[in-house]
């Protein structure tokens, strides 16, 4: 029996199923090899992180404006916790304000990037991205529980 290829968890936050659909479609398109799941809000994110059944994500797309609980709280709630500071935060937001790049960065965000205009800039934004942070990079991965596919969805 061939053993089973297990590609890293992406988490995305974001309220807007709009933003998610084009996001898992950018990085089909990219050729990413994750299993990319979403929350819609800081709450759910909150719940599926400290849910014991969930597979910690290797990386979070943190979008900052949404309901329950913004992205800001969230980050600062996560780099507060010493079993979740190691995962890598990106925020994924529209907002280009330098306050909010200033105050990211200062509550733990690893990277900041404005959600781009068009849809084949998003598609290089989530190749770099994912080139990056699970080519690159040495990330605390841990075991997905669902099965591998290219870029599998859920939320």
Known sequence: MKP???YPVMLMAD????????????LEESGAQI?????????????????????????????????LKDGKEVLSILKSEPNLRQIPVVVYTSSTS???IMSSYRLGASTYISKPNSFQSLVE?????????LDVAALPFSEAELPPTTVQATG
């Not at 934004?125 to 942070?133: A, D, F, R």
Request: glycine share 2%; hydrophobic share 40%.
């Open 4 to 6: 089973q290829t297990v």
């Open 15 to 26: 309220d807007d199923p709009d933003d998610f659909f084009l996001t898992r479609a950018a």
């Open 35 to 67: 299993q990319l799941h979403r929350v819609a809000n800081g709450e759910e994110l909150l719940d599926y992180l400290f849910d014991d059944k969930s597979a910690l994500p290797s990386l979070i797309l943190l979008d900052l404006n949404m309901p």
């Open 98 to 100: 330098a306050d909010d």
């Open 125 to 133: 934004t989530m190749k770099t991205l994912c080139s990056y942070w």
